[in-house]
């Protein structure tokens, strides 16, 4: 597309790209300056040693509950977007919009009705509590992602394994997955990421200490008996240390990410 444009047209796309950049970035620079206060590199060591929280219990329950997030989003995804792209069926249609209208709905709406149906469940301070429903609310997003890059992939394709006799779900294990590897890796990653980012869910259903995630742990460093310079730099460091996994995840994957995102987005 850039290179149809005249050069004053991409030096202003460029500046403009450049300005949002650093409107971005600017919230995370800070953070990293404050988290630098008073004792450098001494605060990321307290907080990965602070008495008042199990730093490691956190990272580990964060990262279970992302992973299984991320397996369950996968599979559900990648089923229901290859019979939503590539099969015919009665209300397919219906059902395909039906779980679109769901992104409007904002998630803090249902949280009563949920919160009310985990406790009556007895799932409070337990990891479905916490998976099940990120996994839902992640879902209808990701679908469409992946429905997205599976209209793209001839039917050609579908019709010859056909032919050679395989089954529906072996031409999307062993053909369909494979070329939808730039989407697949978006919901992974995005799967990830939020499950990683969550904070009012686990706020909502967990109680106990031994269940808390990253997102909670910063709730020990915050607070008015906290107020001194000192303990504001931690707080600070114990976000950085947060953020830290999915923005090393993010710079691995950017490629296969922005691939997947676009496509769909032209038709041939």
């Known amino acids: 597309m850039f290179g149809r444009l005249k050069t004053s047209q991409k030096v202003i796309i460029e500046a403009c790209l450049v300005i949002m950049a650093l409107i971005w970035l600017y919230p995370l620079f800070q953070g990293v300056r404050k988290s630098l206060a008073v004792d450098g590199f001494k605060n990321y060591y307290i907080v990965l040693n602070s008495?008042?929280?199990?730093?490691?219990?956190?990272?580990?329950?964060?990262?279970?509950?992302s992973i299984s997030v991320c397996l369950i989003v996968t599979i559900l995804v990648a089923l229901a977007a290859y019979a939503f792209s590539k099969m015919n069926f009665r209300g397919k249609d219906f059902l395909y919009y039906a779980l679109l209208i769901c992104l409007t709905i904002p998630?803090?709406?249902?949280?009563?009705?949920?919160?009310?149906?985990?406790?009556s469940l007895g799932l409070m301070n337990s990891y479905a509590s916490l998976i099940l429903p990120m996994a839902a609310f992640q879902a209808p997003f990701?679908?469409?992602?992946?429905?997205?890059?599976?209209?793209?992939?001839?039917?050609?394709?579908?019709?010859?394994?056909?032919?050679d006799g395989a089954s529906?779900?072996?031409t999307l294990v062993a053909i369909?997955?494979?070329?939808?590897?730039?989407?697949l890796v978006n919901v992974i990653v995005l799967g990830f990421i939020n499950s990683w980012n969550e904070y009012f869910i686990p706020l909502l259903f967990v109680t106990k200490k031994n269940m808390y995630t990253v997102t909670l742990a910063t709730t020990f460093f915050t607070g008015t008996q906290f107020q001194t310079p000192e303990m504001?730099?931690?707080?600070?460091?114990?976000l950085i240390l947060m953020t830290f996994?999915?923005?090393?995840?993010?710079?691995?994957?950017?490629?296969?990410?922005q691939e997947g995102l676009t496509a769909g987005a032209i038709k041939n």
């Not at 992602?145 to 010859?160: C, G, M, R």
């Open 245 to 257: 996994p999915s923005i090393v995840l993010y710079m691995f994957s950017q490629r296969y990410m």
């Open 168 to 170: 529906s779900f072996q």
């Open 107 to 119: 998630s803090a709406s249902v949280m009563t009705p949920l919160f009310f149906t985990i406790k």
């Open 232 to 238: 504001v730099a931690q707080l600070y460091a114990s």
């Open 176 to 183: 369909i997955l494979p070329l939808a590897k730039p989407a």
């Open 51 to 65: 008495p008042r929280i199990n730093i490691l219990r956190t990272v580990l329950n964060s990262f279970f509950i």
């Open 142 to 163: 990701l679908l469409m992602i992946f429905k997205n890059y599976l209209d793209t992939v001839p039917n050609d394709i579908i019709e010859a394994a056909k032919i």
